[in-house]
């Protein structure tokens, strides 16, 4: 099947690879995906009211055109929905539609969305084929590549999930025109993130083209979207279980996650709190020796361009610190950090709390 306009990514995990299609109007063009994976019968589409109303339709024509039964479930908007017990909803329904081995989940969101019900397909029948139509530019560039699924606890977020990949990724750029802008641009900050981590050439053509990224020239955002989800694929396929290599992608989060925790999560949407979190991270790997101050700069100017924020609030350096502590990716007691050493290659290195504390107090 091919379509001029539609790019393929291939997530390169033996025999859980599988494909991202990425352009526009692609969902309309879902019931060809599907037969092409070998599926038939049932397809499950989970979804909220939002997406509901401006795709369900649309995506269940093209689904039923293609000869499937579709049962479309919407449930709650927002990350309160990403739970065991609305995951458990989901497999009650089908249980209820008597869904098989070759029926599909069809997941219809951003992240929130698509993490609950690719959990759901992983535990139905021990895994029914999972296939996601990522909405939102963070599940484009960022939740729909590397199979992690899952719910939070109500003592953290993430904490219940597993490694599932799906069958099939779509995502349709046109559905980012109807993304409220906040969360469009919080995207942008994992966008960003992957030229610092990966590729310098990407880094500079964010620096030539962000303009055109902020008016979302349909090429542009195609491109940009393509050239994530290759880093994240590749970093993914050699590390799929997240046991070293896959930590650079939580470059910016490890501050991040602490602002986000310090905010109580009110503040800041999570790409708002990475924008911040590279920036001081950079800001540490400076004054570590790691890096000149041009590898700073050069994010904190980009950054500023797309309007995100760039300066942390002060906080004393023991609420900081601890915060930064509760990330449940700390190793052992270490704080373990993703540090630039210049735009395309950054390390993880363990926090000194002495260096760390004298850095947060020129910078606070
Ligand atoms: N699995 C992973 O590897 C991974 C990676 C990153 C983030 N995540 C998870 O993803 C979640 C965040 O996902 P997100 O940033 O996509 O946010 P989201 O799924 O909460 O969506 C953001 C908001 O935008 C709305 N929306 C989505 N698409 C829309 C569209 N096209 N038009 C209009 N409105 C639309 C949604 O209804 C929601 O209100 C978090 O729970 C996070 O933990 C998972
Ligand atoms: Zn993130």
Same mark, same amino acid.
């Given at each position: 099947?091919?379509?001029?306009?539609?790019?393929?990514?291939?997530?390169?995990?033996?025999?859980?690879?599988?494909?991202?299609?990425?352009?526009?109007?692609?969902?309309?063009?879902?019931?060809?995906?599907?037969?092409?994976?070998?599926?038939?019968?049932?397809?499950?589409?989970?979804?909220?009211?939002?997406?509901?109303?401006?795709?369900?339709?649309?995506? &269940?024509?093209?689904?039923?055109?293609?000869?499937?039964?579709?049962?479309?479930?919407?449930?709650?908007?927002?990350?309160?929905?990403?739970?065991?017990?609305?995951?458990?909803?989901?497999?009650? /329904?089908?249980? &209820?539609?008597? $869904?098989?081995?070759?029926?599909?989940?069809? #997941?219809?969101?951003?992240?929130? %969305?698509?993490?609950?019900?690719?959990?759901?397909?992983?535990?139905?029948?021990?895994?029914?084929?999972?296939?996601?139509? #990522?909405?939102?530019?963070?599940?484009?560039?960022?939740?729909?590549?590397?199979?992690?699924?899952?719910?939070?606890?109500?003592?953290?977020?993430?904490?219940?999930?597993? $490694?599932?990949?799906?069958?099939?990724?779509?995502? *349709?750029?046109?559905?980012? +025109?109807?993304?409220?802008?906040?969360?469009?641009?919080?995207?942008?900050? /994992?966008?960003?993130?992957?030229?610092?981590?990966?590729?310098?050439?990407? $880094?500079?053509?964010?620096? *030539?083209?962000?303009?055109?990224?902020?008016?979302? =020239?349909?090429?542009?955002?195609?491109?940009?979207? &393509?050239?994530? @989800? /290759? %880093?994240? #694929?590749?970093?993914?396929?050699?590390?799929?279980?997240?046991?070293?290599? =896959?930590?650079?992608?939580?470059?910016?989060?490890?501050?991040?996650?602490?602002?986000?925790?310090?905010?109580?999560?009110?503040?800041?949407?999570?790409?708002? !709190?990475?924008?911040?979190?590279?920036?001081? /991270? !950079?800001?540490?790997?400076?004054?570590?020796?790691? @890096?000149?101050?041009?590898?700073?700069?050069?994010?904190?100017?980009?950054?500023?361009?797309?309007?995100?924020?760039?300066?942390?609030?002060?906080?004393?350096?023991?609420? $900081?610190?601890?915060?930064?502590?509760? *990330?449940? &990716?700390?190793?052992?007691?270490?704080?373990? @950090?993703?540090?630039?050493?210049?735009?395309?290659?950054?390390?993880?290195?363990?926090?000194?709390?002495?260096?760390?504390?004298?850095?947060? !107090? +020129?910078?606070?």
């Amino acid at each position: 099947m091919t379509h001029a306009n539609q790019i393929i990514v291939q997530v390169g995990l033996g025999k859980r690879s599988y494909n991202i299609v990425i352009g526009p109007g692609s969902l309309h063009r879902m019931g060809e995906h599907l037969q092409a994976l070998g599926l038939s019968g049932k397809v499950g589409v989970v979804t909220n009211p939002t997406l509901a109303r401006l795709y369900g339709a649309s995506l &269940k024509r093209a689904i039923v055109k293609a000869g499937f039964t579709c049962h479309v479930l919407s449930i709650p908007e927002g990350e309160r929905t990403k739970t065991l017990r609305w995951a458990s909803s989901i497999i009650d /329904e089908l249980v &209820k539609h008597r $869904f098989e081995r070759r029926s599909a989940l069809v #997941a219809l969101g951003g992240g929130v %969305i698509g993490d609950v019900t690719g959990f759901a397909a992983s535990m139905y029948l021990r895994g029914i084929p999972f296939v996601q139509v #990522a909405t939102t530019l963070v599940a484009q560039v960022d939740s729909s590549v590397g199979g992690k699924t899952g719910v939070n606890h109500p003592s953290g977020k993430n904490l219940i999930g597993a $490694f599932y990949q799906p069958s099939l990724v779509v995502s *349709d750029t046109d559905t980012l +025109q109807t993304l409220p802008r906040r969360e469009w641009l919080a995207g942008l900050a /994992e966008v960003m993130k992957y030229g610092v981590i990966a590729d310098r050439k990407f $880094f500079s053509f964010l620096e *030539d083209r962000m303009e055109h990224i902020l008016d979302m =020239r349909e090429t542009d955002v195609q491109a940009v979207v &393509k050239r994530c @989800c /290759e %880093i994240k #694929a590749k970093v993914v396929a050699k590390d799929e279980r997240e046991s070293g290599l =896959r930590r650079i992608l939580n470059y910016g989060h490890t501050i991040g996650h602490a602002l986000e925790s310090l905010s109580r999560y009110r503040k800041y949407i999570h790409g708002e !709190a990475v924008a911040i979190g590279m920036v001081y /991270e !950079a800001l540490l790997a400076h004054h570590l020796d790691l @890096c000149p101050a041009a590898v700073v700069d050069r994010q904190r100017v980009l950054i500023q361009r797309t309007g995100l924020p760039v300066k942390m609030p002060s906080y004393s350096f023991s609420r $900081f610190w601890g915060a930064m502590g509760h *990330d449940k &990716k700390v190793a052992g007691g270490t704080i373990h @950090c993703v540090l630039p050493r210049s735009i395309g290659n950054v390390r993880v290195l363990p926090l000194d709390l002495r260096a760390v504390r004298r850095w947060h !107090a +020129q910078v606070s």
